[in-house]
């Protein structure tokens, strides 16, 4: 089976879910391959880019009236999503340690999975 068709299979069987967690999980990643010392400028610049891009999914899909998540938990997880943001955005200008981003999206995907594990 050639790749193509493979991943045909898998955009059919995945879930929402799913697409979540592989996308937090891929920009997780980067952030913390661009937190360490001898990282490429650029390619800091592209993970926390892709982070503002990311956070900025989630908020507009948690501001949606069809989200089915309590308005409780919904606005928490924007508060938490626009500090992101800023901090993405602040780490653009600045050489700060990326550690507190990587740390709310590894708590972002623990909740996914363990959401994905409850239904």
Same mark, same amino acid.
């Given at each position: $089976?050639? @790749?193509?068709? @493979?991943?045909? =299979?898998?955009? #059919? ?8 967690? %592989? &996308? ?5 990643k980067?952030?913390?391959? =661009?937190?360490?010392? !001898? &990282?490429?400028?650029?390619?800091r610049?592209? *993970?926390?880019? +892709? ?5 900025? $999914? /989630? ?17 928490? @997880?924007i508060?938490?999503? $626009?500090?992101?943001? %800023?901090?993405?955005? *602040?780490? /653009?200008?600045? +050489? ?6 990587? !740390? ?6 623990? #909740? ?5 594990? #409850? #239904?």
């Amino acid at each position: $089976m050639s @790749y193509a068709a @493979y991943a045909n =299979v898998q955009k #059919a069987t995945e879930t929402a879910r799913d697409i979540e967690i %592989r &996308a937090v999980s891929h920009v997780t990643k980067r952030l913390a391959e =661009v937190n360490e010392p !001898d &990282a490429a400028p650029l390619e800091r610049v592209l *993970a926390l880019n +892709d982070n503002i891009k990311l956070w900025n $999914m /989630l908020i507009e899909d948690l501001e949606d009236p069809g989200n089915a998540l309590p308005d409780v938990l919904k606005a928490s @997880y924007i508060s938490i999503g $626009m500090f992101a943001r %800023r901090s993405s955005l *602040a780490a /653009l200008s600045q +050489d700060t340690n990326l550690a507190t981003l990587i !740390d709310i999206n590894i708590d972002v995907l623990e #909740a996914l999975n363990s959401q994905r594990l #409850a #239904a």
